[in-house]
């Protein structure tokens, strides 16, 4: 229900653009987003937008990624530029949430998550 595509491995000072299409789900989302799991690392969020089209993003990476979506398409993408080696990570995208707390806020509720994509930044 959640298909991403678009890791790979790349140097630093790269680009990548992740794509993740969205189908079939059993309610609307409120949020959508991005996150990533680095290994020995807790998962952590990177992106997300609610259904009022807000985008959030962790302050992290802001000048370096961009998140957009495609309604027609169902599809988000998450544009990654100046990729550091930290920030190699099976990054995942995820659907769910409620309008309790914010998108991007430790503790909201995804219920949909895709497979996940692993992005390799060599130095």
């Known amino acids: 229900q959640l298909a991403l595509s678009g890791g790979g491995s790349v140097q630093a000072g790269g680009s990548l653009r992740l794509s993740c299409v969205i189908t079939?789900?059993?309610?609307?989302?409120?949020?959508m987003g991005w996150f990533r799991q680095a290994p020995g690392n807790w998962r952590e969020g990177v992106a997300t937008?609610?259904?009022?089209?807000?985008?959030t993003l962790d302050p992290s990476k802001k000048g370096r990624f961009t998140m957009s979506q495609d309604t027609a398409k169902n599809t988000l993408y998450l544009q990654m530029d100046s990729l550091k080696p930290e920030d190699t990570a099976v990054y995942y995208c995820?659907?769910?949430?409620?309008?309790?707390?914010?998108?991007?806020?430790?503790?909201?509720?995804?219920?949909?998550w895709g497979q996940g994509t692993q992005v390799n930044v060599s130095s």
């Open positions: 995820a659907a769910g949430g409620n309008r309790y707390m914010g998108c991007l806020t430790k503790g909201q509720k995804y219920d949909y």
């Open positions: 079939g789900l059993t309610y609307r989302p409120y949020c």
């Open positions: 937008v609610d259904s009022n089209g807000i985008t």
